[in-house]
């Protein structure tokens, strides 16, 4: 997008290698965050429309408790998600240069879609939590069922009603949202390796014609459902002794046990195949030894996640739980840096010729900077210059504050016109040369400008 480019410049080495770990860590926060926050939506409205319908409690619970433990909160959302994904864009943004190709507009309108759902994922946590605290006053009233109906206030009767229906939408919404987020971004990053090619992804369209962008999307889908499904058993059974009393409702705890862990087995089981279907749409310019080593590491971690949770499952051994979910993470790490090595390459001669560029702009600024130390500009003005000039007046020259801004900020160009001054005004006698040292004419020089820039 033309706003962005017009925010970032040309970067050195340096930078460029800073950027690459600041994108590689912004990606280790975003990736497992999205993945619990996007598959924690996704199987929360779906428990709780269930629920609802067949009148279950325990799936409404669930339900809860799901989006409870996975969104945690609004500054939890704002800062692993919405920050991280603005950090992925900028830094795209600067590496891709000036790059005519879609990849940074894509994560831009991601970035937005995130914004949004994360605003809608918090107002679907909320509604459980104000609808918990109306079943608490119905339970104070010491009402009987049939007598709620009647002998509660119509007003707090018609808020439940849209508090409901609030709660099915936010959901919903929240989940396309997610879904929408997870396609442009995997078309953002899916695209950038295509460096040979970049002329024919111009527009969104020609990002969902390509099979790149598809098989990344559903190795995000599949990720996320991973990464839920084994962030449920973390949080719910290991994370500081699990949910306080779960172990007393044996009921709830091995209905959570049992859908937690097939979630998870499930989504590790179908991981390394949308691995290797997305290692095999990586196109030849983006591919190097680092690439194939990362991606060997990724599968090796996978099958040692299904190990663990296959020992949670079957042998109902909940002591693998932080294991499962420690690996799972160096997963995602190995993942993300076998993709990062892949853009890097695609991106290897692009870079160059953006540390060529940025070295020239310093070679630039360089030539317009001076050094004015032990020289004062002002001092030498007014004991040499001010006899025939002002700034915003007609003296003997012309006034300041009309010939300087021609020089456009120039130092260099107008000490040289001070030491070597030419007839410019016809109307104005031929200025005598003052006879200045260079580095007094320098000094000069940068007086002037700042005083009419209002420095």
Not at 307 to 316: E, P, Q, S
Request: proline residues 4%.
């Amino acid at each position: 997008m033309d706003f962005l480019d017009n925010l970032v410049i040309p970067a050195t080495t340096q930078h460029l290698n800073l950027l690459k770990i600041i994108l590689v860590m912004s990606m280790l926060i975003f990736i497992p965050f999205f993945g619990m926050i996007f598959g924690g939506t996704a199987f929360s409205v779906i428990f709780n429309a269930y629920g609802r319908k067949r009148k279950n409690a325990l799936f409404i619970r669930f339900a809860k408790d799901i989006i409870d433990k996975l969104a945690i909160n609004r500054f939890v959302g704002v800062g692993l998600g919405l920050i991280p994904l603005l950090a992925i864009t900028f830094c795209y943004a600067q590496l891709m240069f000036e790059v005519k190709v879609i990849s940074v507009s894509l994560l831009f309108v991601s970035t937005l879609f995130m914004a949004l759902a994360i605003n809608f994922v918090y107002s679907y946590q909320n509604t459980f939590q104000i609808e918990l605290l109306i079943e608490t006053f119905k339970d104070i009233t010491g009402l009987k069922k049939h007598e709620l109906e009647t002998k509660i206030p119509e007003d707090i009767v018609d808020y439940e009603f849209d508090l409901m229906n609030t709660n099915s939408n936010s959901g919903l919404y929240a989940f396309v949202l997610l879904v929408l987020t997870a396609v442009f971004f995997a078309g953002g990053t899916s695209i950038a390796l295509f460096s040979d090619n970049y002329e024919y992804f111009q527009n969104i369209a020609q990002m969902f014609l390509s099979g790149a962008t598809l098989l990344n999307f559903l190795f995000l889908v599949v990720l996320s459902i991973t990464v839920t499904g084994s962030s449920i058993l973390f949080f719910f059974f290991y994370w500081q002794g699990g949910i306080h009393d779960l172990e007393k409702d044996k009921e709830y705890y091995n209905f959570v046990k049992k859908i937690g862990g097939n979630i998870a087995f499930t989504g590790a089981a179908l991981l390394p195949i949308f691995l290797f279907f997305t290692f095999i749409m990586i196109p030849n310019v983006a591919l190097s030894g680092t690439v194939f080593t990362y991606t060997g590491l990724s599968f090796v971690s996978i099958l040692i996640l299904c190990n663990f949770l296959y020992a949670v499952i079957k042998n109902k051994d909940m002591k693998y739980i932080g294991a499962a979910f420690y690996v799972l993470i160096l997963s995602i790490g190995f993942t993300i840096m076998k993709n990062q090595a892949a853009f890097g390459t695609a991106s290897y001669k692009h870079l160059a010729a953006i540390n060529l560029a940025a070295e020239e702009l310093e070679k630039e600024k360089k030539s317009k900077t001076i050094s004015t130390a032990g020289v004062d500009g002002e001092e030498i003005f007014t004991r040499i210059c001010s006899a025939c000039h002002k700034f915003d007046a007609k003296l003997v020259g012309p006034p300041y504050n009309q010939t300087v801004p021609t020089f456009n900020g120039d130092v260099k160009k107008l000490s040289a016109w001070i030491q070597n001054p030419t007839k410019v005004f016809p109307d104005y006698p031929p200025m005598p040369n003052p006879g200045l040292k260079p580095k007094e004419a320098d000094a000069v020089a940068k007086y002037l400008i700042d005083k009419v820039a209002g420095k």
